[in-house]
């Protein structure tokens, strides 16, 4: 684990937190961090005398962003985050392997593939909600067409036109 700043000036953030403060930078809760340490989707903080205060630095502080930012942005549950967290870090442990100079062609040959497998089952999470996200789109556009017929067969009734002609925008299709 990289040697974390000294100081604010350098990363914006004190170099040890109290999870309040942690909590109120990304924008969640104390209990919500202790339930993401007890899971595994963060680490605990340092170890600390009984009945002292838990204490993050910088990196902590970045990986729940990344946690939250993640939960919110793709809507996975806890596990499919956990699995998505997991190849992340396989992967920086991949480019640190790759970044040293005495790495054998072969051997390099090697991370890259593994890298390519972290990357496919980040990448299967994502197509998997973004294919889940496109059917609901579909289904609501389909019930939105059907409303605005319902609509228009209403008015259409009560102003003596019945039947009612079809509107521009239903013609197109799903809306992109």
């Not at 403060?21 to 961090?33: C, F, L, N, S, Y």
């Not at 340490?37 to 838990?54: N, Q």
């Amino acid at each position: 684990m990289a040697k974390e700043p000294d100081s604010t000036a350098e990363t914006g953030f004190p170099p040890n937190l109290r999870i309040g403060d942690v909590a109120r930078i990304v924008g969640t809760t104390p209990r919500t961090i202790r339930y993401y340490e007890e899971i595994g989707l963060l680490r605990e903080g340092a170890e600390r005398p009984s009945g002292a205060h838990r204490l993050y630095g910088q990196s902590e502080v970045e990986r729940l962003a990344e946690v939250m930012r993640l939960k919110d942005l793709l809507g996975l549950s806890l596990e499919e985050l956990k699995t998505l967290l997991a190849a992340e870090e396989a992967r920086a442990e991949v480019r640190a392997q790759l970044r040293r100079e005495d790495v054998v062609p072969q051997r390099r040959r090697e991370l890259l593939g593994e890298a390519l497998g972290h990357l496919d089952r980040q990448l299967e999470l994502v197509r998997r909600r973004a294919s889940e996200i496109a059917r609901l789109q579909d289904e609501l556009s389909e019930t939105r067409k059907r409303v605005r017929r319902k609509i228009r067969g209403h008015d259409a009734r009560a102003g003596g036109t019945f039947p009612p002609q079809p509107q521009p925008d239903e013609e197109l299709g799903p809306l992109p």
